[in-house]
């Protein structure tokens, strides 16, 4: 499985140039919601990518290893590639991952939960009337 096409590696990079742009400029930074969801289907990593360096391998967004601990910040495209699991599988991409919650409410929900699978779950079951505990805005 390709981890990014070319749709998706525009998306990073135009999130990485934003991100860029608005910190040279003083201005606040961005909180874009994840692009890229990868996972190990044999295990309990997740990493949700929101940018891409122009090196074409740093990924920046949070890391989910299993250990419960979910951290923000970079890793590597090539790294997450290489690895080689048990059947002949590797890391792939969820292509069904989809959100409109950004960053920040994935981290703080993750951080709370201990895993970026209990932050979907919880995110996903809260009602349209909920108050957002992370003050992103958003109901439900």
């Not at 991952?97 to 201990?114: H, I, K, M, N, Y």
């Amino acid at each position: 499985m390709t981890l990014l096409t070319p749709d998706l590696r525009f998306a990073l990079r135009a999130n990485a140039i934003l991100h860029a742009t608005v910190q040279a400029a003083g201005q606040p930074e961005p909180d874009p919601v994840p692009v890229v969801k990868f996972f190990n289907p044999v295990g309990s990593a997740i990493w949700l990518a929101t940018e891409l360096d122009r090196d074409g391998d740093t990924l920046f967004g949070l890391a989910d290893l299993g250990f419960g601990c979910p951290e923000l910040g970079c890793f590597s495209l090539g790294e997450i590639e290489a690895v080689r699991l048990p059947f002949g599988l590797s890391i792939e991409r969820d292509l069904h991952f989809d959100t409109v919650r950004p960053l920040s409410v994935w981290v703080d929900a993750a951080r709370t939960a201990g895993s970026i699978t209990s932050a979907a779950h919880n995110l996903a079951n809260r009602l349209p009337t909920d108050p957002d505990p992370e003050g992103s805005g958003e109901v439900g």
